[in-house]
C-alpha cells in the first residue's frame, strides 16, 4: 500500500529542481532502495569549487559542485537508480557510503537550527524561492547522488555528499530564471541564496509565498 501511495505521488511530481520539463527523454528508474539514506531536502550547501559528472539522457555531463552535509535516516527511500550519479541499482557507493534519497519528512535537523531534532526547530515545511531572484542556476540537486559518512553533530547521524549546481532531474541545466522548491530555511526567502537543495516533492500547484508542511515521517538512522 505504502509502495503504491508513493508511486503514484512520483506520477505527480513537480521536477523542483527544474519545473520546466524538457523534450529530451531521460530514461528515469524510479525505486525504492532500503536501509540507510541521506535526506538532504533542507540543506544548504557550499560551492565545492570543482566539478561533478551527472547522468544524462546521452551520457553524463559536468556540473559545478557543491558539498551538502544531511542527515542520515533509516527506511525505504525514493531513488532514481538512473539520475544523479547512482549505476542502476540500489547499491551503495563504496567504502561505506550511502545514497542521498528522498522520503516525505516534515521534520529534518538541518544546521539552521544548529541541528536540533526539537519539534519546532526541525520543522521543514516546503517554500518557493520565485524565478525573479534569479538564482535557479545556484540551487543544489542532491537527489540520487552519492556521500559518505561523517559521524555525528549534536547527536544526529550525517553524511556529506557532493552535489550538483544548477542541475536539473533530467541532467540538463537550469536557468537562471527559474523558479524552484525546497525545504530548506523554514520559508525565510534569504534561504534561496544559499545554495538550498532541491528535489521531488509529491505536491503540485506550489506557488510563491506558500508554506506547506509535510506531514510524512521516518525514522532517524539507529546510530543518530
Given amino acids: 500500500m505504502v509502495r503504491s501511495l508513493v508511486l503514484s505521488a512520483l506520477s505527480g511530481v513537480v521536477l523542483l529542481a527544474a519545473p520546466h520539463v524538457t523534450a529530451q527523454s531521460f530514461p528515469h528508474d524510479f525505486r525504492f532502495c532500503f536501509g540507510d539514506f541521506a535526506l538532504c531536502a533542507a540543506s ?9 559528472a551527472v547522468n544524462t539522457a546521452t551520457g553524463t555531463q559536468d556540473f ?38 528522498y522520503h516525505p519528512q516534515g ?16 520543522a521543514a515545511p516546503a517554500q518557493v524561492c520565485p524565478a525573479d531572484l534569479g538564482l535557479g542556476d545556484q540551487l543544489a540537486n542532491c537527489f540520487s547522488f552519492a556521500c559518505v559518512r561523517a559521524g555525528k553533530i549534536r547527536g544526529v547521524e550525517v553524511a556529506t555528499c557532493l552535489c550538483a549546481l544548477g542541475e536539473s532531474l533530467e541532467g540538463t ?27 521531488p516533492f ?21 546510530g543518530s
Fill in 107 to 122: 521534520h529534518i535537523p538541518q544546521a539552521l537550527n544548529d541541528w536540533s531534532r526539537v519539534h519546532k526547530k526541525s
Fill in 44 to 52: 544548504t550547501c557550499t560551492p565545492a569549487g570543482g566539478t561533478i
Fill in 202 to 222: 509529491p505536491f503540485d500547484n506550489i506557488r510563491h509565498g506558500m508554506c506547506i508542511p509535510i506531514p510524512e515521517k521516518v525514522r532517524l538512522g539507529a
Fill in 64 to 101: 559545478p559542485s557543491a558539498q551538502c552535509i544531511c542527515p542520515i535516516y533509516s527506511g525505504p527511500a525514493i531513488a532514481d537508480v538512473n539520475g544523479g550519479n547512482m549505476q542502476g541499482n540500489c547499491d551503495p557507493p563504496p567504502n561505506n557510503g550511502i545514497w542521498s534519497l
Fill in 173 to 199: 541545466p537550469v536557468p537562471t530564471h527559474t523558479a524552484f522548491v525546497t525545504q530548506a530555511g523554514q520559508c525565510n526567502e534569504d534561504i534561496c541564496s544559499q545554495h538550498p537543495v532541491s528535489g
